[in-house]
């Protein structure tokens, strides 16, 4: 049976190293789907449930945390991010190019 492209999805954001973040688009274009962004956000809105997929680490192509109001509480996505080094303000990234990881499939 295929994978699912929401799978094939958490496969590459559990890849994400702890303090690094990636985007929805740079995980679409490593999946050969670059056009796709919004359905990697959809993806990581559905993986709320799921305590293996660190949903946090996916941003916007800016470095904004696009995905923040899915997350439970008002900034558990900032927390999260700032209890791995990341800076945050104003729901943007500090330096984001210092922590942007770039997806490579496996």
Not at 13 to 20: D, F, S
Not at 51 to 74: C, I, M, Q, W, Y
Request: avoid cysteine; hydrophobic fraction near 40%.
């Amino acid at each position: 049976m295929e994978e699912s492209f929401f799978e094939r999805v958490y496969a590459i954001a559990k890849q994400i190293p702890e303090g690094r973040v990636t985007s929805y688009g740079a995980i679409a274009k490593v999946l050969g789907t670059a056009r796709s962004a919004r359905m990697v956000g959809w993806a990581m809105n559905a993986s709320h449930n799921r305590d293996d997929v660190p949903a946090h680490r996916v941003v916007n192509r800016k470095g904004l945390l696009s995905g923040k109001h899915h997350f439970e509480g008002t900034n558990l996505m900032q927390q999260l991010l700032e209890n791995e080094g990341i800076k945050v303000v104003d729901n943007q990234i500090v330096d984001f190019e210092q922590y942007f990881w770039e997806p490579t499939l496996i």
